[in-house]
């Protein structure tokens, strides 16, 4: 069992920043894929961003690629989404995911550990 803790979100305005931190308990950090996913009222669940346990390999979704970055303490059991230049299209409940896997994992299905979610809002 993973039990996921989300923090971070809050409101900004458009081109500012915020750091989103997910902590990561009941299970060896390292051997998790982890992933950030947001859902927007009325639209589905996306992912945004995926990075692997040994961090070699990384995912951003298109919308966020050159803005976004992922990153993982796994000494700290904690991913971190670093959020740049931020659009009032990235408003959206956050959250954190955990896959008991390797590699990268971008699709919402494949994992198995979700945390609360947090909310970024971003006004213009």
């Known amino acids: 069992q993973v039990q996921l803790v989300e923090s971070g979100g809050g409101l900004v305005q458009a081109g500012g920043s915020l750091r989103l931190s997910c902590v990561a308990s009941g299970r060896t950090f390292s051997n998790l894929a982890m992933g950030w996913f947001r859902q927007a009222p009325g639209k589905e669940r996306e992912s945004v961003a995926a990075i692997s346990w040994s961090a070699d390999n990384i995912y951003y979704a298109d919308s966020v690629k050159g803005r976004f970055t992922i990153s993982r303490d796994n000494a700290k059991n904690t991913v971190y989404l670093q959020m740049n230049s931020l659009k009032p299209e990235d408003t959206a409940v956050y959250y954190c995911?955990?896959?008991?896997?390797?590699?990268?994992?971008?699709?919402?299905?494949?994992?198995?550990?979700w945390g609360q979610g947090t909310q970024v809002t971003v006004s213009s």
């Open positions: 995911a955990a896959d008991r896997t390797m590699g990268v994992v971008t699709t919402a299905g494949a994992y198995g550990y």
